[in-house]
Each structure stands twice: as structure tokens, then as C-alpha cells.
């Protein structure tokens, strides 16, 4: 399937890849259907583009990239929308933002994707241990280096 976005162009994406969100986004409801697009073979951040909408895409990173010790609580009426019995088999994306010169995550938003069926959905959690600006890494001359915690 070719799909046509904003930022790349034209692009190929395998139909058996696309991800599914029954509930769409929080803010993009009936946007449901994303690709994956690795922009290179290192990285640690992918585009997560919208099929509905050329000008929709996030960057998204696994979070525990950089807060290892991340967990998601996700209720089991949660998993069942997704088509899992146990929060184990799923995959754990956050949105990233540019603020000012950090990139962030937003770990109070996750979206869980079942890797079997890539079917998904956005929680909003209310653990207040999370922020919707968790500070990854900062931006040094086009340079990313994670932020530091210091005491």
C-alpha cells in the first residue's frame, strides 16, 4: 500500500504493519489507522503516520530507552480492547516532543500495542510519578545526550 504524507513524500508501507487504534488518539478520534516508519537502521525513534491524515504524525520512542524502570498499569478491560490477556505480550510506545532544546516523552499517555494483532490504544494514566514532559535527552549542537538526574 502507498500512502502519501507530509513529511516523506510518497511512502510504501506493508498492509500487514499498519496499526489499529479503535478509539483513534487523544485529540485525533477518528484518525485509527498508523504506520511505523524507521528513518534510519540506529535509531531509537520512529514517525508513527497517520493513513487517515498526510499531515498527522508523531515521533514515538520505547520509553524504557530511557526511564528503564518505566511500567504501564493497564486495566484488563484495557487489554481486552486490544485483543490481550496479559500486559507482558505488549509493546509500550510513547510520544516524544521537542521542548525548547530536550526532547520529552510523554509517559502519561502511552500507547499499548498488542505486537501479535497491532492493534492499539492511547491510556492516559493518572499516576502523578509520570508527566506528559518527561525530560529524555537534551540537544547539544544537533547532538541529542540524555539529560542527567543530579541530586
Known amino acids: ?23 483513534g488518539m487523544v485529540g485525533f478520534p477518528n ?15 520512529f514517525w508513527m503516520q497517520s ?29 481486552e480492547l486490544i485483543g490481550l490477556q496479559s500486559s507482558e505480550d505488549a509493546q509500550v510506545l510513547v510520544i516524544v516532543n521537542k521542548v525548547d532544546d530536550v526532547l520529552t516523552g510523554n509517559l502519561q499517555g502511552p500507547l499499548v500495542i498488542n505486537a501479535q494483532n497491532l492493534t492499539g ?20 549542537n544537533q547532538r541529542a545526550v540524555p539529560v542527567s538526574k543530579t541530586a
Not at 514515538?60 to 518505566?70: A, I, M, Q
Open 121 to 140: 490504544n492511547q491510556l492516559v494514566l493518572s499516576d502523578k510519578r509520570y508527566t506528559t514532559r518527561h525530560p529524555f535527552m537534551q540537544m547539544n
Open 31 to 45: 484518525c485509527q489507522k498508523y504506520a511505523l516508519i524507521q528513518t534510519n537502521d540506529e535509531g531509537v525513534f
Open 1 to 23: 500500500m502507498q500512502i502519501q504524507t507530509t513529511r516523506f513524500g510518497m511512502v510504501e508501507i506493508d498492509d500487514q504493519r499498519i496499526m489499529y487504534f479503535p478509539k
Open 51 to 79: 493513513i487517515d491524515r498526510p499531515e498527522l504524525a508523531f515521533v514515538v520512542c520505547d520509553p524504557r530507552t530511557f526511564v528503564p524502570d518505566y511500567r504501564v498499569p493497564v486495566k484488563l478491560d484495557e487489554l
